[in-house]
Each structure stands twice: as structure tokens, then as C-alpha cells.
């Protein structure tokens, strides 16, 4: 067993679809419509295209809300994506204009910082483990 798919709440999706591929680097999978306004809506990593896929699901149903707003409030995050240099990485965002709540914070053999996604959550980057 391995997860295939996995799936991230947001606001709007054509504006997550920007953040998670003009920013975040992200490679758009499928763009299926669903319904009148909705999208089965993935993304993959460029070194992996046929790696898991995020989900950037319609955040419509009304216990997604109260959850995320939770998660902020109490700054934990959603998702967590590995990165070879969480410094480096930290750095090139905030150039993009990302927002970090966590700046690099070193954990014995790991390094994490948190952002918000600007589509109602916080991710976690963190070194991949070696």
C-alpha cells in the first residue's frame, strides 16, 4: 500500500492553482470540471510526475472552516513537503513574498519552517531525511 492522493482544502482553486505552481514550483496534473464551478484539481512534484498527487479540494463543506481556522489559530500545520534546504528554500519564498509563521527552526536532524499558503493554510517545508 502507498498513498497515491492526497488533498488540501482551499478557498479558490484557480488561486491555489497559482501559489502551488508559480510559486511553490508544482507541476498542474489534472484539471477535470466537476459540477458547475468545481475541479478535480491535482498537482505533483516536477522530480516525481508520477508521485502523489495533491488534491486542491473546494473548501465548500462546513466542517472544513471551523477545522482550519483551528489549525491557524493554534499554528499547526496542514501539510508538510520535503525540501533539500529548508534555509534556502525559506529564503527564495519570502523573495516570492510568501508569509512565514515559523521562521527555519532546527530539531535535532531536521529543519522546518511554516508558511501560510494564502488559501487558509499552513505548511510545513522540512529537510527531506537522509
Not at 44 to 60: H, I, K, M
Not at 79 to 93: G, H, K, N, S, T
Request: charged residues 25%; contains cysteine.
Amino acid at each position: 500500500m502507498k498513498i497515491h492522493l492526497t488533498s488540501i482544502f482551499v478557498d479558490d482553486q484557480a488561486k491555489a492553482l497559482r501559489f502551488y505552481t508559480e510559486v511553490l514550483g508544482f507541476v498542474k496534473k489534472h484539471d477535470v470540471p466537476v459540477g458547475e464551478k468545481d475541479r478535480w484539481l491535482t498537482v505533483v512534484s516536477p522530480e516525481d510526475p508520477e508521485g502523489t498527487e495533491l488534491l486542491l479540494e473546494p473548501a465548500g463543506h462546513p466542517a472544513v472552516a471551523p477545522y482550519r481556522d483551528t489549525l491557524v489559530n493554534d499554528g499547526i500545520p496542514l501539510a508538510q513537503f520535503a525540501v533539500d534546504d529548508v534555509r534556502a528554500e525559506y529564503e527564495r519564498l519570502r523573495g516570492l513574498g510568501v508569509r512565514f509563521t515559523q521562521e527555519p527552526l532546527e530539531m535535532g536532524p531536521v529543519t522546518t519552517a511554516v508558511f501560510d499558503d494564502t488559501c487558509g493554510n499552513l505548511i510545513q517545508i522540512a529537510t527531506k531525511p537522509q
